[in-house]
């Protein structure tokens, strides 16, 4: 492909580019910012930690509680506590939780477009789940003659700094290399068009000599 009739169409490119980050401007102003609450939570046993015979399963049971803070249990709890009017989904779409391999510790995290309801929401997440571990889990281990399951708050709800998203340099950057790639498409498009009409000048060209 002839590189001189492609840089010809940098107009092209440039006029794509300016309207992909233009979109992504008024996306991005228009969307409202969403602030983040975490907390992180320890599970263990009765008062401490895992005992030796469970220590290896500390992963299955950590991401069995992490099953538990986002179930519809969990979120319809709160919702019903805090007078919500809201669906119990938009609460658990809302929530994070991670776990980190043969670690007893659960950070929850929760994304809101108000950051005092946001922590108050997962306040209340966090009350909601030790309950659920209690009185669902526990009986069980003491079926089977094991101590309970705990669930202890070691870093309480709190507020992130800043804002979670709209993230602008990002979202401009995205949308300037996506006008990039398509400017250059289109001009690799419109240069393949013109190129057949090219020969077709000079054999009429020809003819008329």
């Not at 991005?28 to 992180?40: F, G, I, L, S």
């Not at 099953?67 to 809201?86: E, G, P, Q």
């Not at 991670?98 to 670690?103: E, G, L, M, N």
């Amino acid at each position: 492909m002839n590189v001189r009739a492609l840089l010809r169409q940098a107009w092209l490119v440039t006029i794509v580019m300016v309207i992909c980050v233009g979109a992504a401007a008024v996306y991005t102003k228009q969307e409202h910012p969403v602030y983040r609450a975490t907390m992180k939570v320890v599970v263990g046993q009765a008062d401490s930690f895992f005992q030796p015979d469970v220590a290896n399963a500390t992963e299955i049971y950590t991401q069995t509680m992490s099953d538990l803070v986002k179930s519809d249990v969990v979120a319809s709890t709160v919702v019903d506590r805090l007078h919500m009017d809201i669906d119990p989904t938009v609460v658990i779409n809302n929530l994070q939780v991670t776990t980190q391999p043969s670690a007893a510790v659960l950070q929850i995290s929760y994304d809101d477009t108000d950051a005092a309801r946001g922590q108050r929401t997962l306040e209340e997440v966090g009350s909601v789940f030790i309950e659920a571990v209690h009185d669902r889990l526990a009986p069980t281990f003491a079926e089977q003659g094991k101590p309970a399951i705990s669930v202890t708050v070691f870093d309480p709800a709190h507020t992130l700094p800043g804002v979670v998203r709209p993230k602008p340099l990002l979202n401009l950057g995205g949308a300037a290399a996506l006008g990039l790639v398509l400017g250059i498409l289109a001009a690799v498009i419109r240069v393949q068009v013109l190129r057949p009409a090219v020969p077709q000048l000079r054999q009429l060209g020809r003819k008329t000599v």
